[in-house]
């Protein structure tokens, strides 16, 4: 297949004008001028032309596929059978795919469907993004999405929890390290669930098999033994305290020397947070992520898709949020592919658009670096090279 556009974002801010992006089979075997390529691809060849951009297949490195974005997905999930749950779970990774994403993390399921549903689409049974999921994601008794089946007591049981995640295939460890607002019953937000020897044997036996560490953590407490401990990455990262919040830039500063990636998974629907936790508090939540962007952290995409209010093609409705707060496009469209792809281990894998990468590209027709919103406008999508169309057409 060979693809003519208008232009192609090959680097960070940076189009090649009237580009051509050559295909075969799973990979993009070229990319460069129209002419050059397209005397390299041969007349035979299969052609895609089209006058908008082509981009790098979006990331969401932050979902759950077993929850259906409903405003109580527990409950639905708590009331669906397995194999209800996982016919649901395939449409809402085509209609991730459908809105540009290729890419997913899933940060957490129950019985390791969402497992399973890699398998089917790395297998080409089943439309969808690629899934790094994460399996059972590990929780203390009674603890945050305890209901998903991961309750683990002391040192032996993570370890326990985690050597079996790996070996259904997980390609990250979820730990529960703080609250969360899902679960009703369960610790608040900001209130921490594992001690600092239990982060630190969960990070350990991730590593020891070379699998990152996602730490879901709001209080600002959770936040700093998640950094202790090492792990890879920090969701949500909202600095809440009992009192309200505690940023830490000290803590700041180690997230930035430690290499730690940050996703403050930002739902689609930001702007009705001050609706829920009140202007003044919402307007300081959002500041925090300001100034971890202005001090340096690395900062990647992610919706938290599956909670309440938070769909499935949601992933353009969330960035604009980085946009309220100042960054530029080209950094934004950063946070969802390249800087996404690196903090999931993909990094020489996909989230480029360059020879050997895998083909998973985004077209649209206007400019996201001159307008963010126009990664909206989709034509059509390349997952591993198979093209996909809002319309629901593959070839």
């Known amino acids: ?3 003519t556009s208008g232009r192609v974002l090959v680097d960070s801010g940076t189009y ?6 050559l295909l075969k089979g799973e990979s993009i075997a070229a990319v460069g001028p129209r002419k050059e390529i397209e005397e390299r691809a041969g007349a035979n060849v ?9 981009l790098p297949g979006l990331i969401d490195a932050h979902v759950h596929l077993a929850f259906d974005g409903g405003p109580d997905p527990v409950s639905t999930l708590q009331a669906s059978t397995d194999d209800d749950l996982f016919e649901d779970m395939r449409r809402r990774g085509e209609q991730l795919l459908h809105s540009g994403v290729t890419t997913v993390r899933d940060l957490g399921d129950r019985g390791g469907l969402a497992l399973r549903l890699a398998t089917e689409i790395n297998d080409r049974r089943t439309p969808g993004p690629r899934i790094v999921a994460a399996g059972t994601p590990a929780t203390t008794v009674g603890g945050h999405c305890h209901f998903l089946g991961g309750e683990v007591s002391g040192e032996t049981e993570i370890r326990e929890l985690v050597r079996r995640n790996l070996a259904a295939g997980a390609g990250v460890i979820k730990a529960m390290v703080t609250g969360g607002g899902l679960t009703k019953d369960g610790p608040k937000s900001h209130q921490s669930q594992f001690t600092a020897e239990e982060l630190a ?12 560490v996602a730490a879901h953590a709001h209080g600002a407490d959770g936040i700093a033994a998640a950094v202790a401990a090492g792990v890879d990455t920090v969701e949500h990262c909202t600095w809440m305290s009992s009192d309200g919040l505690d940023f830490r830039p000290d803590v700041v500063q180690e997230i930035i020397t430690g290499g730690i990636t940050v996703c403050p998974a930002v739902s689609p629907h930001w702007q009705l947070l001050p609706r829920f936790f009140g202007e003044e508090r919402a307007n300081a939540m959002f500041d925090l992520v300001r100034q971890m962007a202005d001090a340096g952290v690395r900062l990647i995409a992610g919706t938290d898709a599956g909670v309440q209010r938070a769909g499935f093609d949601g992933l353009v409705q969330a960035l604009s949020f980085y946009s309220q707060l100042g960054l530029p496009n080209a950094a934004i469209i950063d946070m969802a592919t390249l800087q996404a792809a690196a903090a999931l281990g993909l990094g020489q894998i996909t989230g480029k658009v360059a020879s050997g990468y895998r083909a998973d590209l985004l077209l649209v027709d206007g ?4 307008d963010l919103s126009a990664l909206g406008g989709v034509r059509a999508v390349f997952a591993s090279g198979l093209r996909h169309e809002p319309n629901g057409t593959e070839q």
């Open 201 to 212: 044997a969960l990070v350990d036996e991730a590593h020891k098999a070379g699998v990152p």
């Open 367 to 370: 400019d996201p670096l001159a």
């Open 16 to 21: 090649l004008e009237d580009g051509a992006v």
């Open 46 to 54: 299969p052609r895609f032309e089209f006058s908008g951009t082509v």
């Open 1 to 3: 297949m060979l693809i």
